[in-house]
């Protein structure tokens, strides 16, 4: 198979990547757009002009530092959703401009099953294994047991933990992603200090809930006078805020793992994966269940073209490609009948 362009530019991540038919990374590039800081999250509209300034040079590049020009592609890739409509417009509309500009090949790739299979790129593991998908905008616990087949056992029922870390970081007053900011600062807090509550802790199944923990947080800020929190109390907060997600996320996994005994390893992807104290709890929970546990390098866990290449490829091996009329979907389900392969392999 010849190489495979993908792009992304689902959220606020604008991203290009050239793999050969192996999967061996020919050239990345990821540009995650500080635009949207000032605002305190990301701003749809910024964010897909911003990928329509970024996105031409950026593949410029990357064909360049494959040494490669379209006409010697098996494919163009494009994350098609779920995510922010305008960037999947953008995205998927260059896509299939190449396409069909050069007579090739169309996938329009779920972002989702992307962050899934990433684990097959980095640590060529084998099907069933159950992936948790913890970032801004997704929280979600999933069997995945072959490609196209996506079994969601349970996901938040209100925010998304990374979208937690970020309210939480701005209501301790740090800047916007808040997630790395709460993670260095419960570095220096006293995990004794505050108790807050586990949502969920111990309840059946493996679903998430996340904003009783937000306001608890909220109402502990609260308590201190208008202004900047002492930075000791503010690390004391972070800390346990922190403990508590950490400690929800390995009680959920735990259940997941319960859920599917065929299940040899734990991935967990997405952004919030970066957090140390995060993995080592759910690393811990796989070591106890006699699992292994995955977690692709950083650059790889957060949004990036990478991954998007990585499941053309699967999907490119089992004949799969997308038609030109395939509209990008901002909501766009992993366990939907249209996410299915003929003859997907289980191995
Ligand atoms: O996957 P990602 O780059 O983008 C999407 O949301 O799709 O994830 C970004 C999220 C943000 O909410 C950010 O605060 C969170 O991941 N995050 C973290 C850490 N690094 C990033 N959360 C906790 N600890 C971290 N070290
Ligand atoms: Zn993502």
Redesign the pocket.
């Known amino acids: 198979m010849r190489p495979v362009l993908a792009i992304e530019t689902s ?1 606020d ?1 604008t991203a290009a990547a050239v793999l050969d038919g192996d999967g061996v990374v020919l050239a990345e590039a990821v540009l995650s757009q500080r635009d949207h800081a000032a605002f305190g999250g990301v701003v749809p509209e910024i964010a897909a002009r911003a990928h329509l300034a970024h996105l031409p040079g950026m593949v410029a590049e990357v064909m360049a530092r494959a040494g490669l020009g379209f006409d010697g592609l098996e494919a163009v890739a494009a994350s098609s959703g779920p995510g922010l409509i305008g960037g999947l417009i953008v995205g998927s509309g260059f896509a299939k401009g190449v396409a069909m500009a050069r007579g090739i090949r169309f996938l329009g790739i779920n972002h989702l099953e992307a962050h899934a299979l990433t684990a097959r790129l980095t640590h060529g593991i084998a099907f069933p294994y159950l992936l948790l998908l913890v ?4 929280c979600q616990c999933l069997a995945i047991e072959g490609v196209g087949q996506y079994r969601r056992l349970g996901g938040t029922i209100d925010d998304a933990v ?2 937690a ?2 309210k939480v970081g701005k209501l301790l007053g740090l800047g916007w ?4 900011a ?2 260095r600062l419960a570095a220096s807090g006293d995990p004794a200090r505050f108790a807050l509550p586990r949502p969920l802790l111990g309840r059946a199944g493996c679903d998430f809930s996340f904003s009783g923990l937000k306001t608890a947080v909220a109402h502990l800020v609260a308590a201190y006078p208008a202004g900047p929190l002492p930075a000791q109390d503010a690390a004391d907060i972070a800390r346990a805020f922190q403990d508590a997600v950490a400690a929800v996320m390995a009680d959920r996994a735990r259940h997941a793992l319960a859920m599917v005994p065929a299940a040899r390893t734990l991935v967990v992807a ?3 994966a ?2 140390t104290a995060i993995r080592l709890a759910l690393e811990k929970v796989a070591g106890a269940a006699g699992l292994d546990f995955v977690a692709p390098p950083l650059r790889l866990c ?2 990036n073209a990478v991954m998007v290449a990585w499941a053309a490829i699967e999907r490119l091996r089992l004949g799969v490609s997308n038609s030109l009329d395939q509209a990008p979907r901002p909501r766009w389900p992993l366990d939907g009948a249209d996410m299915r392969v003929p003859a997907a392999p289980t191995a």
């Not at 970032?135 to 997704?138: E, M, P, R, T, V």
């Not at 992603?177 to 790395?180: A, K, M, T």
């Open positions: 959220c991540e970032s801004g905008g997704h990374g979208e870390f970020d992603p808040g997630g790395p709460v993670e997405g952004g919030v970066a957090n957060g949004d």
